[in-house]
């Protein structure tokens, strides 16, 4: 028999004490941009925000390869800088998860991205010799020269973008698993 009003049911459990503290080996504040991977994680917003403008500054002639390059372009810098600020602002220490975990898939799957993203980007670049309509009598090229030089650069900073990610991604492996 139950004491008079009692219950049977325990009290709930405090559900704080089942998180685990945030797992954070970077450091917060500005003290992020003392170290590799926050040099590395600005690299990558500055040469990103550079890929961008240069792929906008062309006329888009293969807007499938082009489109997705600027998609991947625009998302993993405003992914950076959210990422960027989650640090400078200290939220990582106030957010629940392995950072460590979260940083090595985020900045790996940005890698692949990216990475594919300039090999779009290079492609686009070399196809610069051909004609901009096949059914058409002029000799109009795909990319004018300006063009194709703006776009050289753009696979350049692409290129350096996703090295910058693989260098990202390759501390971020070495924080994770030590």
């Not at 009692?6 to 500005?30: D, E, I, K, Q």
Request: hydrophobic share 50%; proline share 7%; aromatic share 16%.
């Amino acid at each position: 028999m139950l004491p008079r009003g009692g219950s049977s049911m325990p009290p709930p459990p405090n559900p704080a004490a089942y998180f685990p503290p945030p797992r954070v080996t970077l450091p917060s504040g500005l003290d992020i941009l003392r170290t590799y991977s926050g040099a590395f994680v600005f690299l990558e917003i500055v040469f990103g925000t550079i890929v961008w403008i240069l792929v906008a500054a062309t006329q888009v002639p293969l807007p499938l390869l082009q489109g997705w390059v600027m998609f991947v372009a625009v998302t993993a810098w405003f992914l950076s800088i959210v990422f960027l600020c989650v640090f400078l602002f200290s939220y990582a220490n106030r957010i629940a998860i392995n950072w460590n975990q979260t940083d090595f898939l985020f900045h790996g799957t940005t890698f692949v991205f990216y990475f594919g993203a300039f090999v779009l980007q290079a492609a686009t670049t070399s196809l610069h010799h051909l004609p901009r309509k096949f059914n058409s009598t002029t000799q109009e090229t795909l990319l004018s020269d300006h063009e194709y030089n703006i776009s050289i650069a753009a696979s350049i900073f692409a290129f350096a973008t996703a090295v910058c990610y693989g260098c990202s991604t390759a501390l971020a492996l070495r924080r994770w698993k030590l």
